[in-house]
């Protein structure tokens, strides 16, 4: 299975166009960073104008507000919206490109069981998308730390303002990026299940995205019996919430309990269904590829 694993890995690796994601992070990335780096107070004033009412900022606040860890959330809320269509330009590829190519035969002559194949296809998209995350940790926090420094973290919600001391900031970001990885893992099961569907790769990336926008737009929805019923249940509901571990409780006096998560039951449910949602989809891949004709 690891030389299996090793041979997709390489197959995934030698194509050109699955750099072409690792380019365009790193473009965007760097567009947010230089933009903030020469006018980000401008940013944190518009940040700031819809709570200008309700709390007075001092200037030196102001200037502390833009840091590092501010700039990273920001790239995360602009990037793992866009990351879903990345995941899908390899693991919709996995098994309708070697379709199209013809070499799905040979590969099933082979002493491997389709199941095997299966879970030696998706194995390699996770590597795929554990790679995509640690390229963009590298440049969104690393990156952002390095230029801007540090200082407390403050997240704007519509219900106030929660801040973050900046000693109790970077584990969130890993627990962040942690969930991030299981909600693009749903995405290239997803994208898997759909290939496994199809003779044309292209197909299952425009299908695969294709659900991801219909169902984030209906996560968006707000309709009083759809709410309760059908929203709850669907897994771009829950890609987001890995913003949960940037909203923090309060004491009586109304100041951070440090190292806390305002919901962290409901954050753990999340994850918990995305993970039954990643072996809905490889399960189903595996009983449809066992169907498949790979003769015609």
């Known amino acids: 299975m690891l030389a299996l694993l090793w041979i997709e890995l390489n197959k995934i690796f030698r194509r050109p166009r699955t750099y072409i994601a690792f380019g365009a992070m790193a473009a965007i990335v760097w567009l947010i960073q230089l933009a903030l780096y020469f ?45 879903p269509l990345l995941v899908a330009l390899v693991a919709g590829d996995s098994i309708a490109g070697e379709a199209s190519q013809g070499t799905l035969r040979f590969q099933l002559t082979r002493p491997i069981s389709r199941a095997q194949l299966i879970f030696v296809k998706f194995a390699a998209s996770v590597v795929y998308v554990l790679c995509l995350l640690l390229w963009l940790a590298l440049l969104a926090l690393l990156g952002s730390v390095l230029l801007f420094g540090v200082n407390d973290l403050v997240v704007l919600r519509s219900t106030g303002i929660e801040q973050m001391q900046m000693d109790d900031v970077f584990w969130r970001y890993l627990a962040a990026f942690g969930f991030a990885a299981i909600a693009l893992t749903t995405v290239a099961a997803l994208s898997l299940l759909l290939s496994v569907l199809s003779e044309n790769p292209i197909g299952p990336i425009i299908a695969t995205m294709s659900v991801v926008l219909v169902f984030t737009i209906l996560s968006e929805m707000n309709i009083p019996i759809y709410d309760t019923t059908v929203k709850p249940w669907l897994f771009t509901t829950h890609m987001v919430a890995w913003k949960g571990f940037f909203y923090v409780q309060a004491d009586a006096e109304g100041a951070t309990v440090r190292g806390s998560v305002e919901n962290l039951p409901a954050v753990l449910r999340s994850a918990g269904i995305l993970l039954g949602y990643i072996a809905l989809f490889l399960w189903t891949s595996i009983y449809l590829f066992r169907r498949k004709d790979i003769l015609t």
């Open 39 to 83: 006018d980000g107070q401008a940013y944190v004033d518009l940040l700031l104008s819809n709570l200008s009412g309700s709390f007075e900022f001092s200037d030196l606040f102001k200037t502390q507000l833009l840091n590092g860890y501010l700039i990273c959330f920001v790239i995360l809320n602009t990037l793992l919206i866009q990351m």
